[in-house]
């Protein structure tokens, strides 16, 4: 008997699978003659899909489509099959084994959850399967006949909503289930807090190491190093420099500054000299003079009261420096306690007029402050608590016994730590902001293949050390034909002064810049890039010695790489009309008392392991004379506000 009609035997089904998975869809279908097919999606128009004109369809998964096939004979008879759904979920696969034949996997398990009374719930599972899985929800080991989705919701939660959880997960070849989970419905009084969360993460670390009139100092170049990386770990943006004037550390402040908003964290970390005067802390600029007054230097409660106007989440401020008072004769007074705004934390590498101290052993110099503050940093616990792991290591180093011990003043209202995951919803608009900041300040040159007369091709690249710091390496890639013995020479346009190439300051710089580099031959340190005011040009000279004539040749090539990392954002022009009237009065004011030499470094290591101070040096008491344009640190300012307690 002929068949006068098409007949499905049977239909595609529906699979749920990962990206990029590869599927076949498969219809099987009985009738006279020979039998057409077309596959379609649920596109515009019920599109066809291109070369879908056999029964089996195999496709790559993109996204989530509809898919039905139509089958027609030449008796103008037609049929379509069901529509099937391919849904595609684009989550973590792993554990899904290359001989998968369909069985459900489950990619997303539910989790546990404590709610309100009266408010949603809502639980989530899901799975890949071929075909698609069924999904039936239990609570305390009774089924949910009315819950058979990979979501389970619930509006409005009641008392009888509490109970353990589980969703059983099955297609043709298998079951599968999920974990338990357990459901806790509280009173709004009994509902935990919310665990904390910032919108974005900023830090700003300088280090000063290179004083033209105080103690140079060693261990700044590790201490910021390493603290860079650990709170890039996690998930700070981080400026990182190196010797700053008080007009660029006011300058790059200000730009940090200008990065924080409501909900972020910032946090300020400073490693160098300091002192105390009358209860606030100054930080000691590169080119501070000897004698130096507060109007040299940077004042940190005014950072901190910055850092509070920007509503921020989370405001940290950590000072490796010394706090030995400056003036003698002032009496000595607290901390003028912080605003009201709260969260905000002061981590002092030692207490009121004491130092901080540094070691040398030979192989890496630290901060002892900053060497425990490391140890700890990655803790995922209070901020307070980890500055008081530190604490009680530094108490315990027999190098400081006695003479440095760690200082803590906050008004934490929450539990915060830094690492508080980052929490964007509603706060995008002003991430993009920040993002284009921070990249700006960050922005490494890319890769330039340079191809000589001679046929040599060298490659130049480049790595940031900080944020201030670029070297620039130079490698040999291919060799010419007739040249031997060739060498690179790298020197910049215009010239940038190597500040660390001094013994000992330039082997810690090398330890940092030889094991990220790939054996260059020959590379260039470039320093202090905040004060560069034009574009940055590399010269590369190749020297070689041409295999005919026996002559040594010498080619040049130059690579124009504009103004990288933090030069493109020209701290220099802070206030660049006021400054240079400022730096003109101060040093009049200052100028007979300068000494005529440097003053002696007390800092000559007497053995392994000896720490050295942070403190610099004020040679004189000088009479505070008063111009008619105000300074950063008013003393007078302060000296009214301290009168108040």
Known sequence: MMISEIVIVRHPVSVCVPVNHKVTLSVRAEGTGILNYQWFTDEKDEKEVSGGTEADLTIKAKKTQLYVCRVNDHFCNCLFSDWVKVKVLDIDKSGLSENWLGEPHIAVNPKPQTVRQGTKLTLRCAAFGIPTPHYQWYRNGQPLLDKTSGMLQVDRTTAEHKGSYLCSISNVLQETWTEPVDVDIVQTDQLPPAAPTATDKVALLIGNLNYSNHPPLMAPIMDVHELANLLQQLGFRVVSLLDLTRE????????????????????????????????????????????????????????????????????????????????????????????????????????EDAEAYEVQDGGKSTGIFTKYLNKHILQAEKV?????????????????????????????????????????????????????????????????????????????????????????FATVKTKGLRTQDCTITLSSIPPMEDTFSSPGRSEEMDTLLFSKSENPDCTLRLCALQKLTKTLVIKVDLHYTHMDSK???????????????????????????????????????????????????????????????RKAECAAKVAVTRSNEPEENDENELQDFTLRH
């Open 248 to 351: 660029e550390m006011l300058a790059a402040i200000d730009k940090f500054i200008q990065l924080l908003d409501r909900g972020v964290y910032g946090l300020f970390y400073y490693a160098g000299h300091g002192y105390e005067r009358v209860g606030r802390n100054y930080l000691v600029a590169v080119d501070a003079p000897q004698p130096y007054r507060p109007e040299n230097c940077v004042c940190v409660q005014r950072v901190m009261l910055n850092m509070q106007q920007r509503r921020t989440a989370l405001s940290v401020i950590l000072l490796d420096t010394c706090r030995k008072w400056y003036n003698q004769d002032c009496i000595a007074s607290s901390i003028t306690p912080l605003g009201p705004s709260g969260n905000t934390v002061y981590g002092y590498a030692t207490c």
């Open 551 to 613: 002559l040594r040749q010498t080619e040049s090539q130059q690579v124009d790489i504009g103004r990288p990392l933090v030069a493109s954002c020209k701290l220099y022009a802070r206030n660049h009309g006021t400054t240079a009237k400022k730096q003109e009065g101060a040093s009049a004011q200052s100028m007979g008392n300068i000494p005529s030499s440097k003053p002696r470094l007390h800092q000559t290591p007497a053995g392994p392991c000896r720490p050295f101070t």
């Open 384 to 472: 307070t608590h980890v500055l008081e792991k530190v604490s009680e290591d530094l108490s315990r180093d027999y190098l400081v016994k006695g003479k440095q011990q760690v200082e803590i003043k906050h008004t934490l209202k929450e539990p915060r730590s830094l690492a508080d995951p980052v929490r964007t919803t509603g706060h995008t608009r002003e991430l993009h902001q920040r993002e284009a900041c921070w990249r700006q300040a960050n922005e490494i040159p890319p890769k330039k293949r340079l191809t000589f007369a001679c046929g040599v091709e060298v490659e130049v690249s480049f790595s940031a050390l900080f944020s201030n710091v670029l070297v620039a």
